[in-house]
Structures are given as C-alpha cells and as structure tokens.
C-alpha cells in the first residue's frame, strides 16, 4: 500500500502513533497505537462524536492506555520501530475499502456500532452527527415487545421491577449490584443461560466484563431507570421513515430465538433498513461475529438508506 494514498489527516494520524510507539519504547506500531493518535488528533471527527454519544472520554483514555501498557517494550530500544501486521491487516483492508468505492484516498471514516442498551443513544446520535458515515445497530430494541426475550426469568422480573415503579427500580437495582459485586463474570454468564457462544465470549473476556460490573455498580439507580425506560418502552420518535437518508444496517445473531428475530425482522421491515444475521451468538453478535461486522462495512458503505 502506498503511504500517498492515504489522507493527510491519516498520515499524521500515523506518525503520531509512530512517534507514540517510540516513545513507549516499542518495537511495534499496533492499532492501538493508532486508535490513540485518531482520538488525540486536532479537528478530527471522532472524539466530538464519542462526546455527542455522551461516552465517558476519560475512561476512553484509560482503555487505550491499558491495551498500549500490554504491548512488549525493548530493553534497550533503538528507536526503530516498524507496523505490525494486525496494522498492515488494518490498512490493508481499508485500502481495500476505498478501491471498491472507486476512492482516490484512504481515509479514516466514521463507522458508529452499537450494542443492546447503547442504541436508542446511538440513533439519536445518527440524526446529529452527519460526520457518520454507517451505523450498525447490533440487537437494537426498537418498537417491538421485548420483555418475553429476556432469560433467565428471575432477570426479566428484576427488569419489569425497574421500569414499574420507584421502589420497585431501587429493590431491583440493589439486587443487580449485589449479584454483580459478588461476582460479575458469573452475574453474565447466568444474563445470557441459553446461548453459549456469548457464554463462550464473557469467559474468554473475563477481565472485561470485571471493568463491566464496576461500572453498574456505581451506576445511579435513576440513570438505570431512563436506560431500561428508553430500552423497553416504545420510541415515539420510531416513526417509518426515521431513518430515511442514513445508511444503518441492523444486526442480529443467527442463534437468536425464532420469535426474537421474526420481531427484529418486522421493525426492520418498517424502518426500511437491511437485516444481516451473524453466525456467531445471540446478544453478543457483535462481538462474537466481527468480521460480520468488517463485511457489513464493505458491502454497505457509501450506499444511502431510503424507505421500502
């Protein structure tokens, strides 16, 4: 790949990460690398999205800082540093992108993915940030009833409890935090009992999902309640044509049950927006499936969204 193809915001995007890697004392330039250079970078689209999305950018930093404290560092560092290939993968794959796009140039485009509970924020966000250029909503809660998907049934009535009334959210809530402080990669596993490659996903994640029940935690017992509230009760701003003049795809894992997905299917339907099914999990298709997600990019990036 040639370094002139690629947008002068994303060459400097690299020698920052270059110079980062150096000065870190690595013999590597990881993507993480990158990540961190793209959102440190002046006037670029990122952080003011993440911002928008109302993402918490210290603990941002903190992610970024933790997966570049894991990259191995040279006892005596010369100071040559090269990509690694993840990175040259990376690239690669973008310059792939753009060839079939008929670009001239390799940029860094915005690509907004949201997962469960984050989408009726992400959607909001799609219709505020032009600078997206596609959104992939992964099991996104639209107007359907959804209630009856959630298992184990102990859950699914901590849920009802949270959106009912007050005292039933702060009952609920102490239950949560009580099962997620004692021991939170447990308090997962039993969230999704019935599909086990997401099981397979908090297991093989473990230290991830320990940052995860920290954070529900300290999460506020009325910040819970909008959560659940904007999660399970119908949008009024779910109108048909919501998402007319948007490329958004919807998300959903093939393992997931037959009434779900018929559910999925139907708002899809309405909203005039493409179903793709992942082959791996269930509520953690996302995750369980990226190159899903990487071939959801290449086959619908830069097409516009219309109605059906």
Avoid at 251 to 269: F, Q, R, T
Wanted: charged content about 20%.
């Amino acid at each position: 790949m040639r370094m002139d193809k690629l947008t002068n915001p994303l060459q400097q995007a690299l020698g920052d990460a270059q110079s980062l890697a150096v000065g870190r004392d690595h013999s590597m330039i990881e993507p993480a690398h990158l990540l961190s250079a793209l959102i440190n970078q002046s006037g670029s689209a990122i952080l003011p999205l993440l911002q928008k999305a109302g993402a918490n950018i210290s603990v941002l930093h903190a992610g970024v800082d933790k997966a570049l404290s894991k990259v191995a560092k040279l006892a005596d560092s010369t100071g040559d540093v090269q990509g690694s290939q993840a990175l040259g993968r990376l690239l690669n794959r973008a310059d792939k992108l753009s060839q079939e796009r008929g670009d001239a140039y390799i940029s860094s485009d915005v690509v907004l993915l949201a997962m469960g509970s984050a989408n009726p924020v992400a959607y909001r966000l799609i219709h505020m940030t032009p600078e997206i250029d596609i959104s992939i909503l992964s099991n996104p809660i639209f107007n359907q009833d959804v209630m009856r998907v959630f298992r184990p049934a102990w859950f699914r009535t901590m849920l009802q409890q949270v959106i009912t009334s007050k005292s039933g959210l702060h009952v609920a809530a102490k239950g949560i935090k009580l099962l997620a402080r004692r021991d939170p990669v447990s308090f997962y596993k039993h969230i999704f009992q019935g599909h086990p490659e997401d099981i397979a996903y908090v297991e093989a994640n473990p230290d991830d999902y320990k940052e995860a029940g920290k954070y529900l935690i300290e999460t506020d017992a009325s910040l819970l309640y909008y959560d659940a509230l904007m999660c399970l009760r119908p949008d009024p701003l779910l109108k048909d044509t919501y998402f007319d003049g948007r490329q958004v795809v919807v998300l959903v894992g093939e393992h997931s049950g037959e009434y779900w997905k018929d559910e999925m299917e139907k708002e899809a339907n309405r909203l005039g927006l493409p179903l793709v099914f992942a082959p791996h999990g269930d509520l953690f298709s996302g995750y369980a499936s990226p190159s899903s997600v990487i071939d959801i990019v290449e086959r619908y990036r830069g097409e516009t969204q219309v109605s059906q």
